[in-house]
Nanobody
Framework: QVQLVESGGGLVQAGGSLRLSCVASGNISSINTMGWYRQAPGKQRELVASIVNGVTRGTPVSYGDSAKGRFTISRDNNKDTISLQMNRLIPEDTATYYC?????????WGQGTQVTVST
């Protein structure tokens, strides 16, 4: 089993910034993919950003179209924590943000953290 705990959501004005964090614990494999997805009311869950941990050549990252140029995903040194720095937030970024991890033990999701961007 793997547990994912998100933090850092909240209410911010348009143009502002937030930083989300996700801590993984439990049966964590050394090579894994962790990332952020979001889901707004009435919409499908979509990829925000993901990062592969434990590879020796570079740190492969990928971003959804909505995140490119504004959001940055990173991993902390212990490789069990990822962060999402969100800048220049717009009201359309309002959603519940979920951390997802793909490990040898399986795919896991966090409970989600709410991000609300006001005009």
């Amino acid at each position: 089993q793997v547990q994912l705990v998100e933090s850092g959501g909240g209410l911010v004005q348009a143009g502002g910034s937030l930083r989300l964090s996700c801590v993984a614990s439990g049966n964590i494999s050394s090579i894994n993919t962790m990332g952020w997805y979001r889901q707004a009311p009435g919409k499908q869950r979509e990829l925000v950003a993901s990062i592969v941990n434990g590879v020796t050549r570079g740190t492969p990252v990928s971003y959804g179209d909505s995140a490119k140029g504004r959001f940055t995903i990173s991993r902390d040194n212990n490789k069990d924590t990822i962060s999402l720095q969100m800048n220049r937030l717009i009201p359309e970024d309002t959603a519940t943000y979920y951390c997802r991890g793909i490990f040898a033990a399986g795919t896991y999701w966090g409970q989600g953290t709410q991000v609300t961007v006001s005009t």
